[in-house]
Nanobody
Framework: QVQLVESGGGLVQAGGSLRLSCAAS????????MAWYRQAPGKQRELVAV???????NFADSVKGRFTVSRNNAKNTVDLQMNSLRPEDTAVYFC???????????????WGPGTQVTVSS
């Protein structure tokens, strides 16, 4: 089994910063892409940022220039640094990892339970 746990959410004023962290644990052989998604009330879950094992990144247009993503392959962690936060960034943020577990050949997507980020105006 593989578990993902996020941390670092909270309440921040517009223009402020937060750093989210996600740690993957369990029967992990390797992790390919790691990503952050978010879901605001009444909206669909959307991709915020993705980082490959090699460190290539991609961001949603709405967060480009404000968010950065990084990972530590040795620790199976991924962080999302969020700067210049806006009220529209308010959402539950979910960590996602594409994992090959020990004893398997195929990768599978795993999700964390999510962490709330609230940006006040």
């Amino acid at each position: 089994q593989v578990q993902l746990v996020e941390s670092g959410g909270g309440l921040v004023q517009a223009g402020g910063s937060l750093r989210l962290s996600c740690a993957a644990s369990g029967s992990i052989f390797s992790i390919a892409d790691m990503a952050w998604y978010r879901q605001a009330p009444g909206k669909q879950r959307e991709l915020v940022a993705v980082i490959t094992r090699a460190g290539s990144t991609n961001f949603a247009d709405s967060v480009k220039g404000r968010f950065t993503v990084s990972r530590n392959n040795a620790k199976n962690t991924v962080d999302l640094q969020m700067n210049s936060l806006r009220p529209e960034d308010t959402a539950v943020y979910f960590c996602n990892a594409r994992v090959v577990a020990w004893g398997t050949k195929d990768s599978k997507d795993y999700w964390g339970p999510g962490t709330q980020v609230t940006v006040s105006s």
